[in-house]
């Protein structure tokens, strides 16, 4: 049994070569497309850079480099496998939801966090 049937594994698997996605990186100056966050201003920041395809691969999404573009790890997910008629809208919903995501954990943070005394209470 081939190795790729045992772990149920299909073209799907592995998207892009190595040297296809440094294309993609470096023609986006390895800068999220969604959110700008840049992968050169520290170590941690390139840890969190993926190729996204704008058109899913599961949704018949191709690879070729109109369809694909440097993004965080958090942006990716939060685009997932919706379909957008265009990158721009795929990138307004984006931003949309990381200040949604941003506001709840704000809210959160303020309830969770211990208040702070003041002189004198």
């Given at each position: 049994m081939p190795m790729k049937n045992f772990f149920g594994l299909t073209s799907l698997a592995k998207p892009l070569?190595?040297?296809e996605g440094r294309r993609i990186l470096e023609r986006d100056h390895y800068r999220c497309q969604y959110c700008g966050l840049d992968a050169l201003a520290n170590f941690e920041n390139s840890l969190g850079m993926t190729v996204d395809f704008v058109q899913p691969r599961a949704r018949k999404g191709k690879?070729?480099?109109d369809n694909l573009v440097t993004a965080c790890r958090?942006?990716?997910v939060i685009k997932g496998h919706k379909v957008f008629s265009s990158f721009d809208e795929a990138k307004a919903y984006v931003m949309r939801r990381r200040e949604e995501l941003r506001s709840d954990w704000e809210e959160l943070r303020a309830r969770v966090q211990p208040r702070t005394r003041?002189?004198?209470s």
């Open positions: 070569t190595t040297e690879k070729s480099t958090p942006c990716n003041t002189a004198g």
